[in-house]
């Protein structure tokens, strides 16, 4: 089935409320007042033991941190989108093409870097880390571009971290960058695959 056949609607405890709470915050106003409804709503719903994600989303793939879409409204055109990050896992800095972004996590710590972007020539970025955190259950924060570029990391050698992430619509690719020389990097697109959610 191809992604444009159907759009993703996984049924889990709590997955009305959640969407309802997602949908007012959505409704908010500008990308400003509508990330900022969104952190406060995420941080409530991680903390409401109303709302269980699906057991799927606590089992890691190996070989790649998975990212497996639990909902996609058909009114509204937000993704919810959880990751699952096994120990060690974790992006290269990337962007969010264009759309803004609020991610919590759910389970674990994981580790955010945010990157400002110092200049660009062509397909080079120049970059240089502009603070970050660990961000524990509960916690969120937003994205909004041109201030996107960053990297999520899973630091713990032996335990997984899993987070919740609404985008403004599907988010089906994405730039990443490759550290070239100092702190510049190279641009690399990547299509975005989405791990099956059951």
Known sequence: M?????????????HDKLVA??????????EHAVTAALRTTLCGMIRDRDVQL???????IADHYARRELYRSPDLGYSVVAMTWGPGQGTPVHDHCGLWCVEGVWDGELEITQYELLEREGDRFRFRAAGGMH?????????IPPH???????????????????????????????P?????????????RTDEAA
């Open 21 to 30: 709470a997602i949908d007012a915050a959505v409704s908010a106003g500008d």
């Open 180 to 192: 070239d020389q100092g702190e510049w990097f190279s641009r690399v697109d990547k299509t975005l």
């Open 135 to 143: 961000a524990g259950p509960g916690s969120a924060g937003s994205l």
């Open 54 to 60: 699906p057991a799927c989303v606590h089992e890691p």
């Open 148 to 178: 996107e570029y960053h990297t999520i990391r899973n630091v713990s050698r032996d335990a997984v971290a899993v987070s919740l992430h609404i985008y403004k619509a599907a988010m089906e690719s994405c730039a990443t960058f490759v």
């Open 2 to 14: 191809n992604a444009s056949d159907a759009l993703p609607d996984l049924h889990f405890p709590g």
